[in-house]
DNA sequence: ATTTAAACGATAATCATTTTTAATTGGTTA
DNA sequence: TAACCAATTAAAAATGATTATCGTTTAAAT
């Protein structure tokens, strides 16, 4: 197991940022949870144990840990944003039935990232720091839904 | 040059959806500008031509070809969701300097992208259907704008 | 031509996110 | 330890994008 409150005060520390109940909050609800919460999800959470705790606040600290690159933003349709702790490289598979969106990473990935970013900046002329991709498709828990609901018909 | 026109026609009919001058006015749009635009800008340049163009229209429309599979929304950061006529298979380079998306494509990058998306169905029992690459970095542009500003200091 | 379901568009409503502003606080320095 | 100050916080208001409503219009099937 993990020290996750020193892993926090050092990254705090490393990036200069002051160290605040909140920002600690939020972090170590990022590095301790693997679903991929919205800012209502994180902030609800949080405000159970801390005092009060502003949206503007959770929404400021999102935004700065995303230009650090330690945490990323995704997408999944539902029209509200959702973050990821980006400690290692990984890729999302989202369902496109139930908005589920999963963390999939296998050996070689990282290998072809790479290549793919090396390509596409000899392509372009870009200067590359990183990739988001998503995979979209049916999750097997849906698939098997919709398969009941085929034979129910 | 390309039967733009006909292509519409046979897209709409193949869908069941009906033939509408707004319709035809916003697949026209997406399938001869390579920008990546905003409904803001879909619908503006649409009115000019036309005597009026609402704007729920335009996300409902936009909203139908989505799901059809026939255009895909980027997120580039600005805040409103930009829209690109998908009918090759290709990746986004954002530059995280000035929300430039350019398309970019070359070969072997189908292959590429159905290998991660049997990579990927294999490691986590999904069905994919779609993949959307989406890779960050400073445009040559910017690039070239970052070094002036260095320069002048 | 008639009919009908689909599509349209103006407006209002909603929802996520940002800005503003004023008060508070972490961390540095004396 | 005290005091300071810039950074941080949070409530409220503002903004901006998107969706819902609903009366009107229109495409296309009969």
Redesign the pocket.
């Known amino acids: 197991m993990k020290d996750v409150n020193g892993q926090i005060l050092k990254i705090?520390?490393e990036h200069?940022?002051?160290?605040?109940?909140?920002?600690k909050g939020i972090l170590n609800y990022l590095m301790t949870h693997h679903n991929h919460p919205?800012?209502?999800m994180i902030r609800s959470n949080i405000v159970k144990d801390?005092?009060?705790?502003?949206?503007?606040?959770?929404?400021?600290?999102l935004?700065t840990l995303v230009e650090l690159g330690l945490v990323i933003e995704i997408q999944n349709g539902d029209?509200?944003?959702h973050y990821d702790y980006f400690a290692h490289p990984h890729f999302h598979m989202i369902c496109t039935n139930c908005g589920k969106i999963d963390d999939v990473s296998f050996d070689g990935y990282m290998g072809e990232e790479k290549l793919l970013r090396e390509n596409a900046e000899k392509e372009t002329g870009y200067l590359t720091s990183k990739s988001h991709l998503e995979i979209y498709g049916i999750c097997p828990n849906c698939q098997k839904k919709l398969r009941l609901n085929l034979i129910n018909k």
Chains 1, 2 share one sequence.
């Open positions: 705090l520390h200069n940022l002051k160290v605040t109940p909140q920002r919205t800012v209502e801390m005092s009060n705790l502003g949206t503007a606040t959770v929404y400021n600290t935004n029209g509200s944003t």
